[in-house]
């Protein structure tokens, strides 16, 4: 009962940034982009060290072989290509796009995205309490630019702010429903050995597809640097979290 109260918690803090948002819509253009391209390098740093330093690792040794381990990375980022490729549809940035119409399938799409987080998170604690958190961290620094893009879209999209809260919120809370979901059936399934891999699968994917070509927009050699030590930075803190929780 103490891992549901760790995946209960965390599921809510994530689904909590859903209201991130409303710090960052009243800052000028310019200041808005550059703290989410700093946001956005620290994100990628954290989900390619938490899969590569944490959730391969563990998926590796709990007994699985690697050919099963790696086709479940696999199957994670096709996954995470489908459900971009036909739900998310956040890049859409022309003034002349369907934006009503985006919004709700955006919507749509993140509460599937955010399901998945909850049956990764859940998955994760259910191994261990260590690799929940560290997967829960990795999930809070790739959500928060994530959700601060998604809080624009929807009042881009012509929803009013406190209603584009509102909606985002539901949308963000699905990770609970997915949390919920994997806790009551990962004793008759052991899905913690899939989801694991899985997860690494997502983050790989969401790291090289989504936040690093965003980083190459920006090709100033002082704001590469800048990016560079960010993903460093976040790659060192999976680091530092793996070598505390082994000792």
């Not at 800052?27 to 899969?51: D, H, Q």
């Not at 829960?136 to 999209?157: M, N, R």
């Not at 989801?195 to 050699?221: C, M, N, R, S, W």
Request: negative net charge.
């Amino acid at each position: 009962m103490n891992d549901l109260v760790a995946i209960l918690l965390s599921v809510v803090i994530v689904s909590l940034i859903a209201f991130i948002g409303i710090l960052f819509i009243g800052l000028k253009e310019k200041l808005f982009n550059r703290i989410t391209v700093l946001l956005v390098g620290f994100a990628s740093g954290t989900l390619l060290g938490g899969a590569f330093l944490h959730l391969l690792p563990e998926a590796l040794s709990s007994g699985g072989d690697a050919t099963s381990t790696f086709l479940y990375v696999i199957s994670g980022i096709v996954v995470f290509f489908i459900l971009e490729k036909f739900f998310y549809w956040r890049h859409c940035h022309e003034k002349n796009c369907p934006t009503h119409a985006f919004v709700y399938l955006n919507l749509f799409g993140d509460g599937i995205h955010n399901f998945i987080d909850g049956m990764v998170i859940a998955a994760t604690f259910m191994t261990s309490i260590e690799l929940g958190l560290v997967t829960t961290l990795a999930v809070v620094f790739h959500e928060i630019p994530q959700e601060i893009g998604d809080f624009g879209i929807l009042v881009y999209g012509g929803l009013e702010r406190r209603r584009a809260m509102l909606y985002n919120f539901i949308s963000a809370i699905t990770a609970i429903l997915g949390a919920l979901t994997t806790y009551f059936l990962a004793y008759l399934q052991s899905l913690g050995v899939i989801l694991v891999p899985f997860a690494a699968g997502g983050f790989i994917y969401i790291a090289a597809t989504d936040l690093i070509p965003e980083l190459h927009k920006k090709a100033q050699t002082g704001e590469s640097l800048i990016q560079l030590t960010l993903i460093l930075l976040g790659i060192g803190l999976m680091a530092f979290l793996k070598y505390f929780f082994e000792v």
